[in-house]
């Protein structure tokens, strides 16, 4: 499958974008993960959003965080891909470009996340260390994993 892949700040999104951006999240968290939560946390603004296109399709997205908002590294968020694309291995190629966005952005650090547990093999797979406890967000068990830089 070959998706295109974007990164915008925030200001670069178009409306129509932003708009796919936020319907793929709510079906996603909000909808088929039945999780009530306010998506819109006022940090998407100080962000870059990576966006993976099949045609016309939205299939996949992060917020790339810059250090010192979520935590005091960069962080990788919102990890989404559509029900419609799932399967496909695009899971991997989204956090694959998001991390090397990631480092081209904000240089050669550390990256942490916050996982959702049943994630965590796929995330070590990926070079992701667990950190810490598990603690419930929004009613969903999650970990904080970090991938240090080779």
Avoid at 24 to 40: A, H, N, P, T, Y
Avoid at 41 to 57: A, R, T
Wanted: proline share 5%; with cysteine.
């Amino acid at each position: 499958m070959k998706i295109q892949w974007q990164l915008k700040s925030f200001e670069e999104l178009t409306a129509h974008q932003l708009y796919q951006l936020l319907r793929l999240r709510s079906e996603v968290f909000v909808v088929e993960q039945q999780c009530i939560f306010l998506d819109m946390d006022n940090k998407d603004q100080q962000c870059y959003h990576l966006l993976g296109w099949k045609g016309e399709l939205l299939a996949a997205s992060t917020r790339l965080v810059p250090p010192g908002i979520s935590y005091t590294e960069m962080s990788i968020g919102r990890v989404v891909s559509s029900p419609l694309v799932r399967g496909t291995g695009i899971g991997r190629e989204l956090m694959e470009v998001s991390v090397k966005a990631c480092y081209e952005l904000w240089g050669n650090a550390p990256i942490r996340i916050g996982a959702q547990c049943y994630l965590e093999k796929f995330y070590q797979s990926l070079g992701f260390e667990p950190e810490g406890e598990i603690y419930l967000e929004d009613g969903i068990p999650h970990i904080e994993m970090v991938k240090m830089p080779s």
